[in-house]
């Protein structure tokens, strides 16, 4: 079965500063990698995936993340982050082969922006 | 359009009673998910519905059972509940129609506390 940990429980940021968050996974076939995030009081929405190809992906809002095949990882990066980026973010996998009928999510990091 | 609707948003139980959470979409989807999210823990999978007619368990499935009524809904059931069953419930859609896009839409979660 396949586990998600994600680096960080609790990130403070001031605003413009740069974001990494951390995502690595454990399974032994091929994947396909998610970031979601939870902005507060709302339901969880879709930031950026990772099927095939290019490894660094770009998602809404200028978020990216790069996936390292080696390393396991999956880290989520944005180079200047602002106040409305405060939210939950959550790293997910699902094998490539089930068709997302088995998700996994990592236990989320929450993200403060002070402004 | 609503997308995925959960109800209730709210509801206090005391330990052995019983509820209902009900979950509708209106995209056509033909899985269905319920989440249970717990602090530090992110999403656990409680049961899954690939197709109308199946469900399959997810991570935490004790404790729950499920019923696929039709393509639109997918209720989850508390026969006795228990204070550990206190958590915020999501119930979430996606479609493997038209090839898979990976993405899980999320309703707005259903927080349900045991005493």
């Known amino acids: 079965a396949q586990s998600v940990s994600q680096h960080n429980h609790h990130v403070i940021l001031s605003e413009a500063a740069s974001l990494e968050l951390g995502c690595n996974y454990s399974y032994g076939g091929t994947v396909n990698l998610f970031w979601y995030v939870q902005y507060p009081g709302q339901h969880l929405q879709l930031l950026l995936k990772?099927?095939?190809?290019?490894?660094l992906v770009k998602g809404i809002k200028g978020f990216e993340a790069e996936f390292i095949k080696s390393k396991f990882s999956f880290n989520l990066r944005k180079p200047s982050v602002q106040w409305s980026d405060t939210a939950e973010y959550f790293c997910?996998?699902?094998?490539?082969?089930?068709?997302?009928?088995?998700?996994?999510f990592g236990p989320g990091t929450r993200l403060s922006v002070l402004p | 359009n609503a997308g995925v609707t959960q109800t209730p948003k709210f509801q206090v139980l005391k330990t052995g009673q019983s509820m209902t959470l009900q979950c509708a979409q209106d995209m056509n989807h033909n899985s269905m998910y319920w989440y249970r999210q717990d602090p530090g823990m992110g999403l656990r999978l409680i049961y899954y519905?690939?197709?109308?007619?199946?469900?399959d368990k997810g991570e935490v499935p004790n404790g729950y059972n499920v019923s696929r009524l039709n393509k639109r809904e997918f209720s989850l059931r508390l026969e006795s509940a228990a204070p550990s069953q206190t958590s915020v419930y999501f119930c979430?859609?996606?479609?493997?129609?038209?090839?898979?896009?990976?993405?899980?839409?999320f309703g707005e979660g259903s927080r349900l506390t045991v005493l």
């Open positions: 990772y099927f095939s190809g290019d490894p």
């Open positions: 997910a996998v699902t094998p490539t082969d089930n068709y997302g009928q088995n998700f996994v």
């Open positions: 519905s690939a197709s109308e007619g199946t469900t």
């Open positions: 979430a859609s996606s479609t493997t129609s038209g090839g898979w896009t990976g993405e899980l839409f």
